[in-house]
Nanobody, 126 residues
Framework: QVQLVESGGGLVQPGGSLRLSCTAYGFTLDNYAIGWFRQAPGKEREFVASINWIGSRTYYTDSVKGRFSISRDNAKNTLYLQMNSLNPEDTAVYYC???????????????????WGQGTLVTVSS
């Protein structure tokens, strides 16, 4: 059974840091580009960052450039998102999803993937 499990979220003060993880079960991540998405309360899910299958190419939405860093460990079948200098606008549920390419994930193209996990909640508040 294909499953993605996100973890690492929590409550953090503005300016703080968190590291999110996404582990895949039932399939091998290193066959895919993969990305992070987030959904804030009352808003649609949006692209955050993506990485190609080998980890040599990354993309970020403008609002997180210079603050967030996406990486992957294919040996552990796990994706990471290091988030620094967090601000209240980063508050959201964060999800991961594979796709046909890191560039395509920027527009939300996840190909045939439709097994979204529960996500992990990040709350930035003082």
């Amino acid at each position: 059974q294909v499953q993605l499990v996100e973890s690492g979220g929590g409550l953090v003060q503005p300016g703080g840091s968190l590291r999110l993880s996404c582990t895949a079960y039932g399939f091998t991540l290193d066959n895919y580009a993969i990305g992070w998405f987030r959904q804030a309360p009352g808003k649609e899910r949006e692209f955050v960052a993506s990485i190609n299958w080998i980890g040599s190419r990354t993309y970020y939405t403008d609002s997180v450039k210079g603050r967030f860093s996406i990486s992957r460990d294919n040996a552990k079948n796990t994706l990471y998102l290091q988030m620094n200098s967090l601000n209240p606008e980063d508050t959201a549920v964060y999800y991961c999803a594979p796709g046909p390419g890191a560039y395509a994930l920027r527009s939300g193209d996840t190909g045939d993937f439709d097994a979204w996990g529960q996500g992990t909640l990040v709350t930035v508040s003082s």
